[in-house]
Every structure is written in C-alpha cells, then in structure tokens.
C-alpha cells in the first residue's frame, strides 16, 4: 500500500526560511522519519535532518510534527489521513541551525550547571548499598533520553526566550529532584531548585509530561514532589522549625 | 556546506511581545497543531464557570440548604445561630445578612485553588498560560509561581489539613442522615446515599492530593528505613494518579448535593425513602 502524501517542511537556517510543499511517496508501516528521508533521497538533496538510532532511543530526531513536539522516528505516518498534509518544522524553542536541525547547546549549558551526585562515604567493607524501593522513584528519570522535547515545550521558555537565563526547564528539574530523592546522595538541592535552577517558573501545567516520548511522569513525579520539597525547605514554618530543633532530621 | 552556527544559546532578549528570538526558525503561526487543541481549556473554562456561578447563588442566597436530616454541604459546618437545622454546635451569632457559608467557604475554596490539579485546569483555561501544549500563550511577560501572588500557591499542605477537617465534618453529616426527620437511628433516604457519596468522593479527592503524598512518604529518601510510611505512600501514590477524577467528582458532588437538598428544603421533589 504505497500513496502520495502532502509534506510541509520547514526550510532555512537563522538568517530566514519558510514552509515548503513536497509531494512524497509512502509506504506501508513507515513513519515519518522514514519519509523525510525519502524527500532528502529523491528531492531535497541538501535537506539538514539529525537522527541516529531510528528506534525512540537516542533523542536526536525531536522536531514538530502538525505543531506537536514529537520524535519523527517514533511517529506512524498510520495516525495520518492518506488526504492530511503533514507539516514538520524544527523545535521552535531553541536557535535553528538549519532546515530541520536546531542548536540544542542551551540544554547542555543547564545540565552542566547541575551539582552532580555526591554520595555519602561508603561503608566499611568498602561498599554502597542501597535498597531497590529507595532507587525506584529516581530510576523513572533515568529513562530519559534527552531528546529535549519537554524543554522544547515548556512554555516558561519557549514562550519567554528571556527566562532561559533563570529557569532550567523540565529535564533539569526532574534531574535535580532524581538527585533530591536519591538515598545515597547528601547534596540539598532545595533552595538551588528555587533559586537557580527556577523552580517557582513551572506552573504545573503538564506539557512536558504530555510529549514526554519515554512517558515519564515529569510534573507528577519529579516536579511536583520537589515543590514540596523546597516548600518544606522554604515555606513550611512548621517544617523549618521542626529541622531547626532537631526533631526533623533529614532522611 | 556551511559550518555549523556558532555555539551558545542566542540572544537572550525577545522581541517585544515575548515573540520569538531573533535565531529560531522563523515560523509566524500562533501553533501548527491542527487539532482542536482549545476543546479542552474551552469545557474546563464551562464547567468552573458553572460551578462558581450556582454556588455563589446558593452561598447567598441563604437559605433552603437544611432539609431535615440532610444539610448542604456549602452550608456545613453551619456556625451561627441563624443556622437552619442543628447539625453543629451553634457557635456565635453573626450579622442576618452573612451567609452562614461565608464563614467557611474559603477553606474549600482556598484548598481547591492552590490544588496542583486546578492549578493546571486554570492556568491553561483562564489564563491561557498557556492555552495548550505548543500554543503560544499570549502574555507579553511570564514569571509564574516565583513571586507574589502566586507563590503563595505554596501553602497548599495547610489547605490540605484544613480540608481533613471538612470532610470530617461532611462524613459526620453524613452519619447523621441515618436519622429520620425526628432523630430517631435508622433512617437511609436517597439523601442520605448522596451525602455520603459525597463525602467518600471527597476523601478521595483529599487523599489524593500531592501535598498527602509527600507528607504521609514523599518527603522520605529512605523507604526501607520506613516500611509503614512507604505502604501509605504507595496507596496515595495510586490514587494520586487519579487525582484529576477524583477533583472532578467531587466537585459534581459538592454541587449535586447541595442541589438534593435545595430541591428537597423547597419541597420540590421529596426524599425517597428506603427505610
Ligand atoms: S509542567 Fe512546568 S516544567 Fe512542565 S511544561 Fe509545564 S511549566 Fe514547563
Ligand atoms: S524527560 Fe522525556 S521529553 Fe524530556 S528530554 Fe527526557 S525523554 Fe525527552
Ligand atoms: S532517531 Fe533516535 S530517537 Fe529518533
Ligand atoms: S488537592 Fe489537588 S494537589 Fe492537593
């Protein structure tokens, strides 16, 4: 079963570009990476396009399929009308490189500025040792694979390109609650999460869960849990006070 | 071919508007989504609306909220000595022209606007902040829940307490309309059902909440270390995934009940009586 399906693609780098119209072939169970490889092979020899594994696993194919942020290896052109034209464009929250490739460089900057894990000493025979329950929450997270399709969403910056400079955006947030929450790290992040990293940004409307293409429950289990972490920390008098007198202590 | 661009995150200042910077693809459209993404904030927008409007009128309109031995839950825990019915102890005397449910409406109030779920219902449907995933929002500025108003979302958790102490009083509402209209046990009417619906929808929605589960577990690093508080946290964590329901539900109820004994204090319908 092979039709011709209507493609808009963006084309151009900084300096300008615009939405092209294409008409491509496509077959039986392809998806829409498939498809723009086909373009580039028959039409647009010169057509910039990042991918790699071709299976949901590295990241590299995020862009904006019919305005939604999605992996184009991982979306079925089967969810399309034979008559529906398909427009693709690059993440629009980062600087574009060219056609479909973006600089995705801000998101780097972020993790690096993380403080990294830092467990406690280990113990006597040598060992760390933790518990499966106390690894489960942050092991949700490692799932990600930073294809910064929840960075690419989240309206804090994509809306605001000002807030970059203050909010780290969900991949980072959840980076730093997997850290809060990890049994052997002793670093606290709270006042960090508010401070640098911009916590209090995030309005817990769920974008980034909603494109999340591992399905990791960002705002559920990762943002909401260290607000009230850093409530506990910041906002909590009652808390504070309990920490304060020793009858808190940290666990 | 060209080189790369160079690195780095581009120039940190939008056009006016908070329009897109200059080095992003440009594409002009609002959002490319061509599904009907504003369906969502459009009925989230209707049935709140809704919402605020009938419990504003029935808050003042001050009465037909006690249909012995049923009360409304707008109107309980009913303070004052003006109260219809004597469900609670009654504690002091206001001026006539207060709704008894003025006194406590902003504790469920409060609970449900500072709620992480409603939250997210309000920012998208009212403050189109925004509207729906990739759509642009359309305020020029953003700072979200950093500073003052909103940061006081943050005191959440002693809402939370509050509205333990709420649906406490509603479960015991409840109990009570197992008595018949002169007092006697062993009363159940269909009022009786819809309280305590109510009140379970309610507990649900409370034990759901984000702020519960950090409190009864989340705050912990070590689960193994606390066995009993990680079981609490996994049984909240289960019902917290439906917290949206749950916060639906419950509000239907709220208003539903209150609806049943309107309807039965004006004698429009009477109470179907099982025993
Ligand atoms: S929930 Fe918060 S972090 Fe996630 S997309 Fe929305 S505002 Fe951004
Ligand atoms: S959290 Fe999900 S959407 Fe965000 S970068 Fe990781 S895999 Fe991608
Ligand atoms: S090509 Fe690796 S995720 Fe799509
Ligand atoms: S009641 Fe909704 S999160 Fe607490």
């Given at each position: 079963m092979t039709y011709d399906a209507a493609f808009r693609v963006w084309r151009g780098d900084a300096e300008g570009g615009d939405l092209r119209d294409f008409t491509v072939a496509v077959n039986e169970g392809e998806v829409v990476l498939d498809v723009i490889?086909?373009?580039?092979?028959?039409q647009a020899g010169d057509l910039a396009v990042r991918w790699n594994c071709k299976a949901g696993k590295c990241g590299s194919c995020s862009a904006e399929i019919n305005g939604r942020p999605r992996?184009?290896?991982m979306t079925r052109m089967s969810t399309f009308g034979e008559d529906e034209t398909v427009t693709v464009t690059p993440l629009r929250a980062f600087p574009v490189i060219r056609d479909l490739v973006t600089d995705v460089s801000f998101n780097y900057e972020k993790a690096a500025q993380i403080p990294a894990f830092t467990p406690r000493s280990?113990?006597?025979d040598g060992n760390h040792r933790m518990q499966q329950i106390d690894v489960e929450r942050s092991q949700e997270f490692r799932k990600c694979i930073e294809c910064f399709l929840c960075q690419d969403t989240c309206h804090v910056i994509r809306d605001h390109e000002e807030n970059k400079a203050s909010f780290a955006g969900p991949r980072f947030l959840i980076r730093l609650a997997e850290l809060d929450m990890h049994p052997l790290d002793v670093v606290d992040r709270r006042d960090a999460a508010q401070e640098e990293f911009g916590l209090g940004f995030c309005n817990v409307t769920k974008c980034c869960s909603e494109v999340c293409p591992e399905g990791i429950h960002l705002t559920d289990n990762g943002i909401i849990p260290l607000k009230e972490r850093v409530v506990d920390r910041k906002f909590d008098p009652l808390t504070w006070l309990g920490a304060k007198i020793g009858r808190r202590p940290r666990d | 071919m060209t080189a790369t661009a160079s690195r780095g995150t581009g120039p940190v200042t939008p056009g006016p508007g908070g329009g897109p910077a200059p080095r992003r693809a440009a594409i002009a459209a609002r959002t490319l989504r061509k599904d009907r993404w504003w369906l969502q904030p459009l009925l989230t927008v209707l049935a709140l609306l809704l919402f605020i409007v009938y419990s504003t009128f029935r808050a003042f309109q001050n009465a037909h909220y006690f249909a012995e031995p049923y009360i409304s839950p707008f109107f309980s825990p009913c303070l004052t000595t003006a109260c219809e019915g004597d469900t609670f102890p009654k504690l002091f005397t206001g001026p006539d022209w207060i709704s008894p449910a003025l006194y406590i409406l902003i504790f469920p109030l409060g609970f449900r606007l500072t709620c992480y779920y409603y939250r997210k219902a309000y920012y998208r449907s009212f403050w189109l902040s925004p509207p729906a995933c990739a759509v642009a929002e359309p305020h020029g500025r953003y700072t979200g829940e950093t500073r003052f108003p909103l940061i006081f979302q943050n005191v959440h958790r002693y809402f939370f307490y509050a509205g333990l102490v709420f649906n406490a009083i509603l479960t015991y509402d409840a109990v009570l309309a197992f008595r018949d209209e002169g007092g006697a046990w062993g009363h159940m009417?269909?009022?009786?059902?819809v309280l305590l619906a109510n009140a379970a929808l309610l507990w649900l929605y409370s034990l759901s909440c984000h702020s519960c589960r950090h409190i009864v577990g989340g705050r912990l690093n070590n689960f193994s270390r606390h066995p009993l508080r990680y079981r609490f946290w996994t049984v909240v964590s289960r019902l917290n995934a439906?917290?949206?329901?749950?916060?639906?539900?419950?509000?239907?109820?709220?208003?539903?009940?209150?609806?049943?004994?309107?309807?039965?204090a004006?004698?429009?319908?009477s109470d179907l009586r099982f025993f």
């Open positions: 490889h086909r373009l580039q092979a028959t992996l184009m290896c280990r113990e006597k | 009417g269909l009022g009786t059902l439906n917290h949206m329901k749950f916060a639906w539900a419950s509000l239907f109820s709220v208003a539903f009940a209150d609806f049943y004994v309107f309807m039965v004006t004698d429009t319908i």
